[in-house]
């Protein structure tokens, strides 16, 4: 997968195994062989953690240290609050980022997070773009528990994080109402994003629903939920499919023995069982695999779609061709098999009589050649095996019929006499390695080595990369370093609101104005004012300092607004906009100050700055506070 997707775990009320089924999902796709983050966004009531304590090697750190650190330094690296799971069979594929250490200020913490201020000043909202964007490069799957009802952080999660919103609730009206209004305004808030996103997928999801004892009232609410529903599965259901088809598939069933703690029953429960609970959980996983598509193949085979889940975690295919035949053509098959691997193409060879050993490494084959001979048919189950992965996965995958000397077409199965079938003797084993070499990388020349591949040898296949970084000119790293010292210094002063700032601005335009009929108007130039200070004896050092130090700032300000635009704006061109009003407030400034034009242009230019902030919050996107 080229880029992760995000999904969000969403619950209108509390109580109803949101966390439970985010954590066994969880695991289930990491033993898959996906790579999982989880984050425990609900903040004012964190349980994630207690699913993975006993497997946790750390955490004294989690998300709200995280958001500390960003409100007072303006950056944080979410890798320093990631800890690994260290769950037998994992791999180290499944991190989660807690809600935090649970000290004594962790209340003081989290009540000191003002949401609506971040975004408004310290521009949270670009951050968490850049955050998931590297959360989408490093991982497949990013599953966030959020916080429940009407919420600062619901918001956040539910609009401006997720690709796909899956909503929990349980059979209950103010349950149904519920979602179904956060998710129509999940749906409108995000069109008015400021950043670049695909439709949101949203998938209902009934829980801890109990109708052994009472089937008709069950039956008449599954009817009801799926009415009520229906428009959320409609943008991304198969045609074939209904809402009920899906709610019968997905629901969660009560047990009561998973009601006790916070335990992962897909850990010690067999999963094939339709009577457990990892049966359903596991179908969730599947359908997260597939990003909700082919729900058509999902009702139709449910172990398909989820074995074809299964499949697709792989990172490419371990073998290039797994060779199938029967002991009549062993010798030959050697041959084929050693020239293959001289070609450095890797297989897997089997013959027929060990279906295990097939069925192991058959999934992780790309392409599969059959040696027909005349007791080819002990090879029809792999045969079939490999033809259902291949539609079932939809993948780049081949069959190479390969026939034995004297073995006519109609003596064959029918299911292959519709192929161009490959006589392999002897004299033609070069001739049917070169033909399958062409078919695993036709783009590639190859050359025979005289070291082969041995037989059964699986390719490397290697971990996924980790989020590239772009790196920056050193005068950017400094200058940037200069002005984050300067803003944590300063902090207090840039949380003022708006109309402090407004405040702020027309007394500077006064100032400006009344120098501007007090004084020359060349004193008003930091030139003439710093050659004016510098050579009168009566003001103090200290004085002489501050205008030095007014002087040198605006400047470096001015030199970073342009590295600013340069450097900064061709990776987040969301803040543009305020990049270029940034540059050109400060621009106004030197002017006023160096090339002439006095009080009169600094007002100008201070207002200028303010109505374009103004403008810029109407707009909808995330204030300037530069």
Known sequence: MNQGTVITFYSYKGGVGRTFVMANVAVVLARWGYRVLCVDWDLEAPGLWHYFEPWLKDSSRGMLQFLETFVRTGNADWRNYSTPVDLPDMGNRLHV???????????????????????????????????????????????????????????????????????ALVAN???????????????????RLPYDRGLLLILPLVCRFDARDEYAAGQKWLGQLAESLAPLYHS?????????????????????????????????????????????????????????????????????????ARRAAQRGFRYDVFVSATEEARDLVAQLVTALNRRGITTFQVFAGNPVEAKRALSESQHFAIVLGPKSEASREELEQFLKQAIEDRSERTLIPLLLTG????????????????VLSASTVNEVADRIATIVTPEKAFVT?????????????????????????????????????????????????????????????????GLTTLLPTDRLQ?????????????????????????????????AYGFADIVWVTPLYKEQFFASVINFIFLSAIFLATWGGGGGMIIAAGIFAALVARILYSLMGKSSWNG
């Not at 009206?173 to 069109?191: T, Y």
């Not at 073995?407 to 490959?422: E, F, G, N, Q």
């Not at 990369?465 to 902090?491: C, G, H, I, N, Q």
């Open 236 to 308: 991304w259901i198969n045609d074939k499919v209904t809402p009920r088809d899906l709610i019968d598939r997905t629901t969660i069933p009560y047990f009561s023995i998973w009601s006790f703690g916070e335990r992962l029953p897909v850990a010690t429960e067999s999963s094939a069982n339709p009577e457990y609970v990892s049966y359903r959980i596991e179908t969730i996983a599947a359908l997260i695999g597939h990003s909700l598509a082919r729900t058509d193949l999902l009702v139709e085979s449910r172990d398909s779609y989820v074995a074809a």
């Open 97 to 167: 980022i807690h809600a935090g250490s649970r000290q004594d200020d962790y209340v003081k913490g989290v009540q000191d997070l003002h949401w609506a201020r971040l975004y408004e000043e310290r521009d949270l909202g670009a951050f968490l773009e850049r955050v998931r964007d590297e959360w989408k490069s490093a991982f497949d799957f990013i599953l966030v528990d959020s916080r429940t009802g009407i919420t600062d952080i619901g918001g956040i999660c539910t609009v401006q994080l997720p690709d796909i919103l899956i909503c």
């Open 407 to 422: 073995v006519s077409m109609d003596k064959i199965p029918a299911l292959l006499r519709h192929y161009a079938a490959t």
């Open 449 to 513: 080595s005289e070291k082969p591949i041995a037989p059964n040898t699986p390719k490397e296949l290697g971990p996924k990369a980790e989020y590239p970084r772009r790196r920056r000119p050193w005068w950017w790293v400094f200058l940037k370093w200069v002005f984050d010292m300067m803003d944590a210094a300063t902090s207090a002063a840039r949380r003022w609101v708006f109309w402090k700032t407004a405040a702020a601005a027309s007394v500077a335009s006064g100032i400006g104005f």
């Open 526 to 558: 930091f030139k003439a004012l710093l050659d004016f200070s510098l050579s009168t004896p009566s003001l103090s050092i200290t004085a002489k300092l501050l205008i030095l130090t007014v002087a040198t700032y605006t400047y470096a300000r001015l």
């Open 173 to 191: 009206q103010q349950n149904l109402d519920g979602i179904v209004e956060i998710s129509n305004r999940a749906l409108k808030a995000r069109s």
